[in-house]
């Protein structure tokens, strides 16, 4: 039983008329949930194959209705693997809404735990730029966890303020998504903490923030370009009004109308956003997306990366790979990150990650990362395990156990679960040594 705040309610009643009672009926049901699949680690078609009960979600073809328990999505090894991510379906909208294509150079402003950055790091195909911005540093590790574990190669993650994006990258990006920090109305259901939290006060001060945030945002954009702007609450000042006030500010953005999404319109300046409410079949998410007028080639490149790949990074590569990445290596201090040779060469902005952190060095020896393997498919490996078949072995593996390995491997292995990469150990004398981060073990 949920008890909602009564200012929230009356308001509630106020904007939605003789939809209330449907939708405080909501409240006496259990929440949704839900996943994405990751497109990057496994094809859609291949959900058949997991032990899930799942239905299609309306509001992005990636996303959908998680009909079974929800406590084995953690547990199972396809989350760790990195081919699904929880996510209640009606946060998967806004990311679609950016309509990202691949090549593009998309920035998203409050990108922690990741959910839309790894969204679009699947639309993006690999190629082009996602950059994850969170400016709480202590939020940014869970972020870097979730690029790492969903394979991504084109990231780079900062945790700066919005402003110092703004003058360090100016009419940088294709497309911008803002997924503000917001009272979390459409949270309600799900986190109790969320109803404490909630006050006509907080409110006030989150729309402020908001407004903030998009003065930034607008100015990273180029002319032609695509700004999202999205919360998961309901309180028209943090979103159609915010909206419509940002565009009175700003003639040169126009509201370019959501109409794929089943949920409900509301008007946004001269044009419409969407809200999905509870009664819609989400927990709730306002989604508006925004054009920049101008003309813009999407997707033109930026200044290559400075290539550090020297002999010792070469034969480190040639060690672990039969077939070598076409990446750049950059070394920062005694990591070496292999990035995309078209990204950019970039300072100032609290970047904390830029492609993939390859290894360490160590001494004399380079240390390769579990990041480097989830990010590249199985075939490319010199030395594999696949683990598919003997789920007791693989769970031992993901507990952190030594396992046994074929006697002939020798090195760095990566460890294969259904066509997907999810470690890697080293091998020697058929036994594979574990290098699954302590982090992530499963317990059970
Ligand atoms: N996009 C994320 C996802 O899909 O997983 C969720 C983002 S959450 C709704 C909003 C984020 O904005 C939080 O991680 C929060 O730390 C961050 N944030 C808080 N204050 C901020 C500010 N002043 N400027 C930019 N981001 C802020």
Not at 102 to 118: F, V
Not at 221 to 239: A, H, I, W
Not at 265 to 271: I, N, Y
Not at 285 to 301: D, K, N, P
Request: charged share 25%; proline share 7%.
């Amino acid at each position: 039983m949920i008890f909602l705040p009564e200012k929230f309610t009356e308001r509630m009643k106020n904007v939605l008329g003789g939809e209330f009672d449907a939708f405080l009926k909501c409240y006496d049901l259990p929440p949704q949930r839900g996943i994405r699949i990751n497109t990057l680690k496994m094809p859609l078609e291949k959900r058949e194959s997991m032990p899930f009960e799942l239905a299609p979600s309306p509001f992005a073809k990636d996303s959908f209705f998680l009909l079974s328990d929800d406590e084995k999505i953690g547990a199972s090894p396809y989350h760790h693997a990195g081919a699904i991510y929880s996510q209640e379906p009606s946060a998967s909208a806004a990311a679609a809404a950016l309509r990202t294509q691949p090549s593009e150079i998309i920035l998203d402003m409050c990108a922690a735990p990741g959910g839309k950055t790894t969204q679009i790091a699947a639309a993006l195909q690999g190629k082009g730029l996602i950059w994850a911005n969170e400016v709480i540093s202590s939020r940014a590790s869970v972020l870097i966890s979730n690029v790492e574990r969903m394979g991504i190669k084109n990231c780079i993650v900062s945790s700066a303020r919005p402003d110092t994006l703004a003058e360090n990258l100016p009419e940088y990006f294709d497309r911008v998504i803002v997924d503000a920090p917001c009272s979390g109305e459409g949270m309600f259901r799900k986190n109790p903490r969320a109803v404490e939290e909630w006050s006509p006060e907080h409110v006030s001060s989150c729309a402020r923030r908001q407004a903030q945030i998009m003065e930034s945002a607008c100015r990273c954009l180029r002319p032609g370009g695509t700004l999202v702007y999205s919360t998961c609450t309901f309180s028209p000042e943090e979103d159609e009004n915010l909206i419509s006030e940002f565009l009175e500010n700003h003639p040169d953005f126009y509201a370019d109308a959501i109409d794929d999404i089943p949920a409900h319109k509301v008007p946004v300046g001269a044009g419409v956003a969407v809200k999905i409410y509870p009664t819609d079949g989400g927990e709730g998410h306002f989604v508006a997306r925004l054009i920049r007028r101008g003309e813009c080639e999407y997707g033109t490149s930026f200044a290559a990366v400075n290539d550090r790949t020297n002999t010792e990074t070469r034969s480190f590569f040639d060690g672990i790979f039969s077939i070598s990445p076409d990446v750049a290596c950059k070394v920062i201090g005694e990591n070496i990150y292999a990035v995309p040779k078209d990204f950019p060469d970039v300072r100032g902005c609290g970047v904390l990650r830029a492609g993939v952190l390859a290894g360490k060095i160590k001494g004399k020896r380079i240390e390769p990362s579990h990041a480097l393997f989830m990010a590249y498919e199985p075939e490319m490996f010199k030395n594999t395990v696949d683990l598919t078949e003997t789920p007791s072995v693989l769970s031992a593996f993901l507990r952190g156990e030594e396992i046994a390995c074929d006697g002939k491997l020798k090195g760095y292995t990566a460890v294969v679960f259904d066509n997907m990469t999810i470690g890697f150990g080293k091998s020697s004398g058929g036994r594979l040594k574990n290098h699954y981060p302590k982090g992530l073990r499963s317990l059970n």
